[in-house]
């Protein structure tokens, strides 16, 4: 990040890194008192609830919206247990403005159309005071008429394409330029990279990213150009011309968003194909500790992701964080950059409430600019009035045990810009 | 771009060409069997072969655990035994469901294809909802490469290898051995076939559990090169399909020949195009050529 006058990333402010190392000297369960004795009677429903929300005296009623079956359930457990975790959590603490919370749990079962009606259902009959969920980019755009319409709040988990900006959606996860712009400027100034390879699925998310991607190789970088950009439809298992084409370009880089199935097929038929980190540099921004599960560590070892969190993160925070996803799931279960993502949502939203004092959503969408969480597993993150968050991007690479070494941080947060300036 | 670097590229698309016919053929080879000389839609094809690389993912997971000394040799044993336990599920489904179906091909339709989202279900709820990766033997890893920038993938090669030998098989068996002469004779004329003492029920659950296993040989096989979890079957389910029926349902010629038709034109026009044209160009050629020819490629001069 060179360039001075860009307009993706903002120095923090003395306050804010302060905090931040603050945040960082914290294991969350020290965080515990200040906030949460409020008990119900200080808050009383009539006072927090006006908008005939399911809340009660005692209770809070949030739903959580995934796929639980169907193709998307692989991506979308991490998220659901994540999710789950910091809610059984913060009801240990007491719960939220003295009120324990309640989860209604749906199932989008990877169905587009589903996830419209069962956001529906939640929010017209069960009145829910937000919802936890959604992971590809087309369920989103599925439930966001109706929670705009019925005036719900969607706390979104997934990395994705950013143009986006609503009222009633906190995006927790990175829009495109924090994770993109930062793995390419890594790639040009560490690897010396000039000439990119981009390869994608073939639905929205890949090819936005790969088209801010372009403009970036092509304007922002030195000398750096674009010597091929492929597409391939979702599911397609078989990459052997690609490979070939890759060799006959030989780029600096293979930039890579290739997701699910495709994925194991992509990194097993490179290293089949002679194509392994000793000899090719990769980066990709769709394969975290979740999808090595299924590509297996030895076929994508040496390869370098972007991301904003990894499992092996040395914080204090984290480390509290994955003894406590592994207590609740298994000594083998890992945690991804969407499921860290996930865990941050309940976090936020209480964080928010206790900060307007109310559960009602106009209240929430209002108060969540400026809403710090320092006890977030990938370090420090902030909400910004555009409802996405400030966080640091991050390279690691992958090792053949499944996890990641991070190799490159971002000195300060990113801010995040959804609808960047020169990149649409 | 020398020109022995052109040569090592046209080498390896060529063989790129190869093996996406092996794997075309092998997931189709089941189907061909079933759809093709049985006429069920086996909309479970797909959750078959799943089973085949569920079944190398836990006779890798046990060969760790247990026999650590033979990683390096569990693949071959798995892979018969991929092909045991998906013939057993299908003997049972072919008992349980299937046999009564048989005069509705619509219904089997949709009951197999209700029988796959129930096994879709069952692998997460055993597995797990996320994909795993099964420890492959070394020697099943890497590329072989004969001269400098020439590299031929292993497991592409071991994927030829294997759809040589079960085609070979399954050639032999349908026109040398008695079960062969027992299925045709039913395909033909099953009336006829029963009044020659031929049990044709039985022939049936036999020839539906055949294709199962060659199914699950085929699932296994792609855990080389594919994706192991609840869903990757629907990943090859289409295309086994594509193969089966523009070939010719009926004719394993056919599917052969079907098999190596798509796999050049859809390696080629990748190498040419981008992916997802070169995914249309195939499709429109298919779509094309069924339209002229709506009995594919090879039909079977069977009179039904």
Known sequence: ?????????????????????????????LMMPAMTWANAAQYPTAKVNTTKLAVTDTEVVVG???????????????????????????????????????????????????????????????????????????????????????????????????????????????????????????????KKAKTFFLVGSDYIWPRTSMKIARKHIEGHLRASSVVGEEYYPLGHTNFNSLINKIKLKKPDVIFAAVVGGSNVAFYKQLKAAGITASKQFLLTISVTEDEVLGIGGENIAGFYSSMKYFQSLDNPNNKAFVEAFKKAYGPKSVIGDVTQAGYLGPWIWKATVEKAGSFDVDKIAAASGGIELKTAPEGYVKVHDNHHLWSRARIGMAQADGQFKVVAESPELIQPDPFPKGYQ | MSFT?????????????????????????????????????????????????????????????????????????????????????????????????????????????????????????????????PTLPDWLLGSWAPAEGLDIPINGMFVLGLTAVVTGGVLLALYRSRWGLRVRATVANRPMANATGINTKRTDRLTYAIGCGIAGVAGAAFTTIGSTGPTSGSLYIVDAFLVVTFGGAGSLLGTVASAFGIAQTQSIAEFFLTGSMAKVLTLLLIVTILMIRPQGLFASKIRR
């Open chain 1, 1 to 29: 990040m060179a360039d001075k006058k860009d307009p993706i990333q903002a120095p923090l402010t003395d306050t804010q890194r302060r905090k931040m190392l603050m945040g960082m000297a914290s294991a969350p369960a």
């Open chain 1, 64 to 190: 959580q919206l995934h796929s639980a079956t169907g193709t998307m359930a692989i991506s979308e457990t991490g998220s659901i247990q994540a999710e789950q975790l910091a809610i059984d959590q913060i009801n240990a603490m007491g719960g939220v403005l003295g009120r324990k919370i309640r989860v209604i749990k749906e199932d989008g079962a990877s169905d587009w159309p589903t996830f419209a009606e069962k956001s529906k259902k939640l929010l017209v009959q069960d009145h829910v005071a937000c919802v936890f969920g959604c992971w590809t980019s087309a369920s989103r755009k599925a439930v966001l008429p109706i929670f705009e319409k019925e005036n719900g709040m969607l706390y979104y988990p997934t990395f994705y394409e950013g143009l986006e900006q609503s009222k009633n959606v906190i995006y927790t996860g990175q829009e495109a330029t924090q994770q993109i712009l930062f793995g390419l400027d890594w790639a040009s100034k560490e």
């Open chain 2, 5 to 133: 670097d052109i040569t090592n590229i046209a080498l390896m698309q060529g063989f790129a060409g190869l093996s996406l016919f092996a794997v075309l053929l092998l997931m189709g080879l089941g189907l061909a069997i079933i759809f093709g000389q049985m006429g069920v839609i086996n909309m479970a094809h797909g959750e078959f072969m799943t089973i085949g690389a569920y079944t190398i993912y836990m006779f890798s997971t046990l060969t760790e655990t247990y026999l650590p000394g033979f990683v390096s040799a569990y693949f071959p044993v798995a892979i018969i035994a991929a092909f045991f336990i998906a013939f057993v599920f299908g003997w049972i489904v072919e008992w349980a469901l299937i046999r009564h179906l048989y005069k509705r091909p619509l219904d089997t339709l949709l009951a197999t294809w209700g029988l796959s989202l129930a096994m879709q279900q069952t692998f997460r709820s055993v597995f797990g909802a996320r994909e795993v990766s």
